[in-house]
């Protein structure tokens, strides 16, 4: 008899690979195993839908999303929570991104505005993560008139607390040296895993989380496991409970093995 939890993945780094832009195959069998052994699937990305694109092959074992670093967290077309950014924040955020001329995404609770004036968003999303739906993003004032989820400024960490310091309505997660995500407070992957749990009935304490970035910190230290991939970085690894294989080296897989969540395979 295998041990049932709710289990929230990470995507890019832990689900899907940098290396091929898909899940590896010893990653669906294991999430099979562990669905038909009574698990719960759970998604938490810093990703907002607009861009969850790589999922196609798990996509029926999904239970709920955790998006946008938990700004919006949804299970079918149930909201579970939506925490938008302050529009003063927000403000302040988009101004200097003009003014000192970095790229900025910014997603709306519809849309997605992409300003990219250096080009590194196109370089990193469409590049080199196989990202093409920004090709879709609506003009910035389109997108100013929603509820701002997430920001998304392409600048270095060393300029990162000048900027947070100017928004203390905002948290930030980075997962890439390039770019980090900011959210408001009160909306991070940890705390989505609290208002998953809340909503689907489950102990948050009988959760296991995976993650490879800076960004999962939060649900790496709220759930019950914290498992850091082997190609996560050094922070996070400190921060689990245990460190398992890479995504390309089966480390989903042995690490469900290693907790009984599936037997074998």
Not at 62 to 83: H, M, R
Request: glycine share 10%; hydrophobic share 40%.
């Amino acid at each position: 008899m295998r041990n049932p939890y709710a289990l929230f993945f990470d995507i890019d780094g832990t689900l899907v690979s940098f290396q091929t832009h898909k899940i590896p195959s010893d990653t669906i069998l294991a999430l099979t195993q562990a669905k038909a052994n009574g698990s719960r699937v759970y998604i938490a990305t810093g990703r907002p839908p607009i861009i969850i694109n790589n999922l196609g092959p798990i996509e029926h074992l999904i239970d709920g999303f955790v998006t946008s670093n938990g700004a919006l967290c949804f299970v079918g077309d149930e909201i579970v929570c939506c925490q938008p950014i302050p529009m003063e924040d927000v403000m302040i955020c988009v101004e200097d991104a003009k003014r000192k001329g970095y790229s900025l995404i910014v997603v709306g609770r519809k849309d997605v505005a992409v300003l990219d004036p250096t080009g590194d968003v196109n370089r990193i999303f469409h590049q080199m993560l196989a990202v093409r739906e920004f090709d879709k993003a609506a003009p910035l004032e389109v997108v100013m008139k929603q509820e701002i989820l997430q920001l998304t400024p392409f600048i270095p960490s060393g300029y990162e607390p000048d900027l947070m310091a100017r928004i203390p309505q905002c948290v930030s997660g980075r997962w890439h040296p390039e770019f980090t995500d900011i959210t408001a407070n009160g909306a991070d992957k940890g705390k989505g895993i609290l208002a998953m749990a809340r909503h689907e009935g489950f102990d948050p304490s009988h959760t296991i989380a995976f993650g490879d970035g800076g960004n999962d910190t939060s649900m790496i230290l709220q759930a019950g496991i914290g498992i850091a991939m082997g190609n996560a970085i050094d922070e996070l690894k400190q921060q689990a409970d245990y460190v398992t294989s890479s995504v390309d080296d089966g480390g989903i897989l042995n690490a469900l093995r290693h907790f009984n969540v599936i037997s074998l395979l």
